[in-house]
């Protein structure tokens, strides 16, 4: 029994580290992770999904690729590569799951954020909670008071242990 709970304990560990080492890692090598709030990418990035944009030159994108970029209003939009004027530094862009007349306006090289590489659905819901300042406040107090729960309980096995041998 007591070997199951230090397995839990060091599986717990290890996992919170893993999520540590990524969020960090991306943050180092400028990966960005978005929530995916609209509809226009559906059925292939549904609502709800948590994208993983990868930084890119305006150069090595190609139409077809799902791109992430600022329009001039600062919104992050996610769309795909249509149409591509390499003399003007200029991209256009469709979510797909609008009609076909609703292509974006062009957009310049310097709004492009990067390339979707990985998208994975309803994560972005549970990022965007994340991301909030009540959820990291929730988040840090449940992972402290599980450890502290964890020591508690492993002194009072210890005692019992002892007085039992």
Known sequence: MRRRKNIAFWITTFC??????????????????????????????????????????????????????????????????????????????????????????????ENILGIVRLHIPFAGRAFVWLSGLHGKIIMITAIISLYLVYSIVNVFRKKSYEKTV
């Open 16 to 109: 919170l580290a893993a999520v540590i080492i990524l969020i960090a890692g991306a943050k180092l090598t400028g990966i960005e992770l978005r929530a995916v709030a609209t509809g226009s990418m559906t059925p292939d990035i549904p609502v709800g999904s948590l994208v993983v944009i990868v930084p890119t030159k305006a150069e090595d994108i190609k139409v077809g690729n799902d791109i992430t970029f600022l329009t001039q209003g600062d919104i992050t939009v996610t769309h795909r590569v249509v149409e591509i004027d390499r003399e003007k530094n200029e991209f256009t862009t469709w979510g797909i799951a609008n009609d076909l007349s609703a292509i974006d306006a062009p957009s310049k090289y």
